[in-house]
Protein backbone atom coordinates (compact mmCIF):
# COMPACT_ATOMS: atom_id res chain seq x y z
CA UNK A 1 0.00 0.00 0.00
CA UNK A 2 1.15 3.71 -0.86
CA UNK A 3 -0.79 6.50 0.09
CA UNK A 4 -3.18 4.52 1.57
CA UNK A 5 -4.11 2.46 -1.93
CA UNK A 6 -2.65 -0.61 -3.63
CA UNK A 7 0.25 0.58 -6.03
CA UNK A 8 -0.04 -1.20 -8.82
CA UNK A 9 2.15 0.80 -11.25
CA UNK A 10 2.07 1.32 -14.83
CA UNK A 11 1.96 -2.20 -16.10
CA UNK A 12 0.49 -3.60 -12.88
CA UNK A 13 3.16 -5.08 -11.78
CA UNK A 14 4.17 -3.25 -8.79
CA UNK A 15 3.11 -5.40 -5.98
CA UNK A 16 4.37 -8.03 -6.96
CA UNK A 17 7.36 -8.14 -3.86
CA UNK A 18 7.75 -12.16 -4.55
CA UNK A 19 9.78 -11.47 -7.89
CA UNK A 20 12.29 -9.22 -6.84
CA UNK A 21 15.63 -11.41 -6.88
CA UNK A 22 17.65 -12.22 -4.17
CA UNK A 23 19.53 -15.08 -5.25
CA UNK A 24 21.64 -14.46 -8.85
CA UNK A 25 21.74 -17.51 -11.21
CA UNK A 26 19.33 -19.16 -8.29
CA UNK A 27 16.30 -21.45 -9.53
CA UNK A 28 14.18 -20.45 -12.56
CA UNK A 29 10.33 -18.59 -11.57
CA UNK A 30 7.72 -19.17 -13.50
CA UNK A 31 7.67 -15.28 -14.28
CA UNK A 32 10.52 -15.41 -16.28
CA UNK A 33 13.46 -14.74 -13.09
CA UNK A 34 15.63 -16.31 -11.81
CA UNK A 35 16.16 -16.36 -7.55
CA UNK A 36 13.09 -14.59 -6.70
CA UNK A 37 12.09 -14.42 -3.08
CA UNK A 38 8.67 -16.33 -4.39
CA UNK A 39 11.00 -19.51 -5.51
CA UNK A 40 12.86 -19.17 -2.66
CA UNK A 41 10.77 -19.61 -0.17
CA UNK A 42 8.45 -22.20 -1.23
CA UNK A 43 11.42 -24.20 -1.75
CA UNK A 44 12.44 -23.46 2.29
CA UNK A 45 8.72 -24.31 3.05
CA UNK A 46 8.82 -27.44 0.79
CA UNK A 47 11.79 -28.41 2.70
CA UNK A 48 10.18 -27.75 6.31
CA UNK A 49 12.63 -24.88 6.86
CA UNK A 50 9.91 -21.92 8.03
CA UNK A 51 13.04 -20.77 9.80
CA UNK A 52 14.68 -20.21 6.81
CA UNK A 53 11.70 -19.12 4.64
CA UNK A 54 10.88 -16.42 7.45
CA UNK A 55 14.27 -14.81 6.95
CA UNK A 56 13.96 -15.13 3.29
CA UNK A 57 10.80 -13.18 3.56
CA UNK A 58 12.53 -11.09 6.36
CA UNK A 59 15.18 -9.91 4.00
CA UNK A 60 13.02 -9.07 1.11
CA UNK A 61 10.50 -6.58 3.44
CA UNK A 62 13.72 -5.20 4.82
CA UNK A 63 14.57 -4.46 0.95
CA UNK A 64 11.59 -2.70 0.27
CA UNK A 65 11.73 -1.26 3.92
CA UNK A 66 14.61 0.57 3.00
CA UNK A 67 13.79 1.31 -0.51
CA UNK A 68 10.38 2.77 0.23
CA UNK A 69 10.84 4.14 3.63
CA UNK A 70 7.51 1.75 4.73
CA UNK A 71 6.53 2.18 8.67
CA UNK A 72 5.30 -1.14 8.85
CA UNK A 73 4.64 -4.48 7.68
CA UNK A 74 1.45 -6.78 7.57
CA UNK A 75 2.10 -10.44 6.74
CA UNK A 76 -0.62 -12.84 4.95
CA UNK A 77 -1.35 -15.63 2.76
CA UNK A 78 -1.66 -19.20 3.52
CA UNK A 79 1.66 -20.06 4.01
CA UNK A 80 2.15 -17.30 6.28
CA UNK A 81 -0.95 -18.40 8.08
CA UNK A 82 -0.02 -21.71 9.17
CA UNK A 83 3.10 -20.46 11.40
CA UNK A 84 2.18 -16.44 11.84
CA UNK A 85 4.30 -16.40 15.19
CA UNK A 86 7.35 -17.82 12.59
CA UNK A 87 7.23 -15.37 10.40
CA UNK A 88 6.62 -12.31 12.22
CA UNK A 89 9.47 -13.29 14.18
CA UNK A 90 11.69 -14.44 11.14
CA UNK A 91 10.83 -10.93 9.26
CA UNK A 92 11.05 -8.77 12.16
CA UNK A 93 14.85 -9.91 12.79
CA UNK A 94 15.74 -9.07 9.45
CA UNK A 95 14.06 -5.35 9.45
CA UNK A 96 15.64 -2.06 10.94
CA UNK A 97 14.97 -1.62 14.56
CA UNK A 98 11.54 -0.01 15.15
CA UNK A 99 9.55 -0.97 11.70
CA UNK A 100 6.61 -3.20 13.60
CA UNK A 101 5.60 -6.61 11.93
CA UNK A 102 2.18 -7.93 12.39
CA UNK A 103 -0.56 -10.66 10.44
CA UNK A 104 -3.28 -9.36 8.33
CA UNK A 105 -6.37 -8.95 10.45
CA UNK A 106 -8.48 -10.47 7.66
CA UNK A 107 -6.30 -13.84 8.43
CA UNK A 108 -7.86 -16.88 5.58
CA UNK A 109 -9.23 -14.42 3.76
CA UNK A 110 -6.58 -11.82 2.86
CA UNK A 111 -5.79 -13.20 -0.61
CA UNK A 112 -9.54 -13.87 -1.53
CA UNK A 113 -10.59 -10.03 -0.39
CA UNK A 114 -7.62 -8.30 -1.99
CA UNK A 115 -8.54 -9.77 -5.09
CA UNK A 116 -12.16 -9.19 -4.75
CA UNK A 117 -11.03 -5.48 -4.20
CA UNK A 118 -8.33 -5.26 -7.21
CA UNK A 119 -11.36 -6.47 -9.52
CA UNK A 120 -14.15 -4.35 -7.97
CA UNK A 121 -12.02 -1.15 -7.44
CA UNK A 122 -12.51 -0.04 -10.92
CA UNK A 123 -16.17 -0.75 -10.74
CA UNK A 124 -16.85 0.93 -8.04
CA UNK A 125 -14.19 3.27 -7.23
CA UNK A 126 -12.11 3.81 -4.04
CA UNK A 127 -13.98 3.53 -1.49
CA UNK A 128 -14.20 7.46 0.59
CA UNK A 129 -12.52 9.05 -2.83
CA UNK A 130 -11.35 9.59 -6.13
CA UNK A 131 -9.27 6.03 -7.48
CA UNK A 132 -6.41 8.91 -8.34
CA UNK A 133 -3.89 10.87 -5.89
CA UNK A 134 -3.20 14.44 -6.23
CA UNK A 135 0.18 13.77 -6.53
CA UNK A 136 0.23 11.57 -9.75
CA UNK A 137 1.61 13.02 -12.81
CA UNK A 138 0.66 12.35 -16.54
CA UNK A 139 3.50 12.29 -18.88
CA UNK A 140 2.46 13.01 -22.22
CA UNK A 141 4.69 12.67 -25.53
CA UNK A 142 4.57 16.22 -25.87
CA UNK A 143 6.25 16.58 -22.56
CA UNK A 144 9.50 15.85 -24.18
CA UNK A 145 10.40 12.35 -22.49
Not at 71 to 99: K, N, S
Not at 117 to 143: M, Q, W, Y
Amino acid sequence: MLGGDVHRGARTGAGEFGHQVLQLDGSPCPCGGRGCLEVLCLRAVAAGDTARAARLLGTGAANLVRLLDIDRVVLGGRTVLRDPDAYVRGVRAELPAGIPVAVAPAGGRTVVDGAAELVLAPVFGHPGGPTTRADETTIRPSDGV
